[in-house]
């Protein structure tokens, strides 16, 4: 899908090629791109778009290999309450650190220089064909970062 035809909040944590997102798309009925897929898929395009209101965890490795899966259960408090415990970690006041969202996302918090890096754990909820995976997420520049953080909060008001 071409950005234009997705938007709502999203949160990506990592690189190009190696990184973890939560996100909450929102899909346009009126695109052409939208429309087309849901012809192919035999729906109208308002079905096909649906409410836009699930959230969902996506993750890719350098090798191109990556998954995810819907969280229909999460609420925007709950995406909010995870970004506001990882901004509050970021200084690395004590440490290394970990930080879960819900059972299903684990990142632990390593400071690299004027970034960090993270290891995050994901474990499919229950229903999920998908096997847990551990990805190592090479350094990333930690102020850009809590911008990234501070316009996601943004984007859930």
Do not use: K
Not at 5 to 22: C, E, N, Q, R
């Amino acid at each position: 899908m071409s950005p234009a035809a997705m938007g709502g909040p999203a949160l990506f944590i990592g690189t190009d090629t190696d990184y973890v997102a939560l996100l909450r798309p929102r899909l346009d009925p009126a695109d052409p791109e939208v429309r087309e897929a849901a012809d192919q898929a035999g729906v109208s395009p308002e079905e096909f778009a649906g409410p836009g209101n699930v959230w969902a965890l996506m993750w890719e490795q350098g090798s191109g290999e990556g998954g995810g899966f819907e969280l229909p259960g999460l609420r925007d408090a709950e995406a909010e309450d995870f970004t506001d415990r990882l901004l509050a970690e970021l200084s690395f006041e004590t440490g290394p650190f970990v930080v879960g969202a819900g059972e299903v996302l684990h990142l632990q918090a390593y400071p690299a220089g004027d970034g960090c890096r993270f290891s995050a754990v994901v474990t499919p909820p229950e229903g999920e064909e998908l096997p847990p995976v551990t990805l190592d997420i090479p350094a990333v520049d930690a102020a850009a970062l809590r911008a990234d953080l501070e316009d996601f909060r943004r984007s859930l008001a």
